[in-house]
């Protein structure tokens, strides 16, 4: 049996017709003209029909942006930030838009520590000033001026429409406000956003209407992206931070602008991969991974067999672990980038690397992890039929960011000053570790490892791909390329089939359900700890061969489409 099963993977036909064959368990969203997928399935029919009727890649992804804050506000937003990678196959360019928060002037080092110096978390999650200068909608509208076609205006209509006359209310949407708990008690206007006017809960299929969000969307699609720094909205966010002790001023909102960045750029078996520069860590490990991985035949090793996850688990040790050294914002810091994506680098890594015995991390560098906590952020990815293509991950940190709705706004604040680490050697929410590279600095902009990914093949573009997931949005991206490029699945299979971590600290492999318990005796026989915790990341990615665009909807996420034309 199992000898038969290998044959048959191994004589598996390329990647680009297993699409249309019988016999795949994982079948993609088929298109010819173009792709979106993203967390939501209003976000991509918005999106699609932009790219219907005429619109570019640009064009669809700053309205689903947009739409996304209105129908997922957990994770879709406009009090956050994000990256957007552009790949322009006609002008053979991609860029990356850096929209990410930044620091208030008034910020500093300690700030999210008592008396005694230990860091508390509380302060840099659920307060005022856990929040980061917001980028989203600087950064959209960056992106739109400078690639799309249509107007800000245009490109908000949809979701203008969305939060005014409302949408019926998915279970994803009420199981979330559901275990968001007492997050949203103590501020009113959250409490006015989330529940209803009696205080009870909105229930599955009833429409959920957003009136203070559409006027502050319309108010920005009447004057223009600045009004968010410099208009009514600015004032609204300096008056919630004035009114409870929040750093972040006027002058902070005024001050903000996005960033045009070169992205991180590695090969991978011939296939160009390009991923977020700092001030995401994503790329630059991303491909000092890969690096290390093409040193073996990981096609032969197989799919998540035990050798393939070893392999993976050393190589994502060895990153994270100069993570939580090297990086930070490239603005403030130097980072050593060639080096770390450097093939002899990885030479060097993989020369370290038993076959068969599991390094243990303290031996790659000592620290004192913290365990997980559940989050969200959300990715998409769309393609359209003439070779622009947009990969944008964007975030309010966790599952409604710090809980706090701007009063009178109607949107809520990012947590994103948790990036940063608050104490050197102390792990944040995602039980990273960072030092001084990452320490919190006045306009500085905190650490991320948001990977929105695009990979070319012979100058095309082939797969856009990225994840939600804090610390596993590294290697929940990784999996998918893997997946195309190892084992030859198609998009959806790739982005459904179970995946594993590793990030250093703690020294565990986290594998999802689907991991086969021999597997996972042959893993701790390497000297490995294994732990199965659940789903991580919500991959929704394209692939594109022979002007054939598929998409993979991530099944972590009950709201996940993807939609071609
Ligand atoms: O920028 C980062 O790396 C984190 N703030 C992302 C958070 C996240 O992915 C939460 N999601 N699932």
Redesign the pocket.
Known sequence: MIGTALTLASTTAPAQNQAILEGERFNPEVGTQGMVATSHFLASQVARDVLAEGGNAVDAAVTAGFALAVTQPRSGNIGGGGFMLISDEQSDEVVAIDYREKAPAAAYETMFQDESGEAVSELSRYTHNATGVPGTVAGLAKALEDYGTLSLAEALAPAIKLAEEGFPLPQRFVDGIADAGEMFAPWEASRAKFYKADGSSYAVGEIYRQPDLAATLKRIADQGAREFYEGETAELIAAEMDKHGGLMTLEDLANYQPSVREPSHGTYRGYDVYAMSPPSSGGVHIVEILNILEGDDIGAMGFNSASTIHLMAEAMKRAYADRSEYLGDTDFIEVPLAGLTSKAYADELRAGISDDTATPSAEIAPANPLPYES???THFSIADANGLAVSNTY?I??SYGSGIVVDGAGFLLNN?MD?FSAKPGVPNAYGLIGGEANKIEPNKRML???TPTIVKKDGRNFLITGS???SR?ITTTLQVLMNVIDHNMNIQAAVSVPRIHHQWLPDEIRVEQGISPDTVDLLEAMGHTVSQQEAMGAAQSIMIEDGVFTGGADPRRSTSSAMGL
Request: aromatic share 6%; proline share 7%; glycine share 14%.
């Open positions: 989050n969200e952020t975030t940190n966790f994103e990036d991320s490892s948001m939600p997931g804090g949005i």
